[in-house]
Each structure stands twice: as C-alpha cells, then as structure tokens.
C-alpha cells in the first residue's frame, strides 16, 4: 500500500519561504520520477516540479528560479523548497509520482498573504 503524506505548508507572508516534505512509503521511491503538483482555487492540478531517481529536476515556467525539488531515497522523503513566495504560489500541495497514481494524499496549504 502506497501512503502520500505531505507537510510543511502554512501561512507566509509575500517574499518568504517554506519548505515542503513528503514522506511516502517506499513503494513509491521505486518509480522514477516523484513530482509536486499544486492546485489553486478555480485551477486544475498542475506538476510544478519534478526529480528522477537519478536526480535530474524539472520547473514549471512560474516556480523556475524560486523553487528547489530534492529527494532523500534512503528516508523515502521528497523535499520542495520555496523561496521568493508570491499570492500566486497560493494553492495546496500534493506529492505523486509522474506521471501521477490514481489516488492522491491530503496536501498541504499554502496561503501566501500580501
């Protein structure tokens, strides 16, 4: 059984940063590639980020720059660091491999303020 839990999120004001950690079961860690997905009010869920086994990431255009993606295999954790958080980064947060399960974990808030 594959279990997603993230954490991390909550509130920050417009510049700051969070750090964003999901710890799934190892089933996961055996695909290739893990990602995190977000999804805003009246958006649809959208992969951000992305890293391979092997450690090669990808961005989404917005996030570019700003965000970090990094995986710790043997803890079996995912990592998305945020920095330079702006109102639009404003969405929750899910983990998932990519391409994506059928099934997805609670998510994490994150709310950026002005």
């Known amino acids: 059984q594959v279990q997603l839990v993230e954490s991390g999120g909550g509130l920050v004001q417009a510049g700051g940063s969070l750090r964003l950690s999901c710890a799934a079961s190892?089933?996961?860690?055996?695909?290739?590639?893990l990602g995190w997905y977000r999804q805003a009010p009246g958006k649809e869920r959208e992969l951000v980020a992305s890293?391979?086994?092997?450690?090669?990431?990808t961005y989404k255009d917005p996030v570019r720059g700003r965000f970090t993606i990094s995986r710790d295999n043997a803890r079996d954790t995912v990592y998305l660091q945020m920095n330079s958080l702006n109102p639009g980064d404003t969405a929750v947060y899910y983990c998932?491999?990519?391409?994506?399960?059928?099934?997805w974990g609670q998510g994490t808030q994150v709310t950026v303020s002005s």
């Open positions: 190892g089933s996961i860690f055996s695909f290739v590639v």
């Open positions: 998932n491999a990519v391409p994506q399960l059928s099934f």
């Open positions: 890293i391979s086994r092997g450690g090669t990431t």
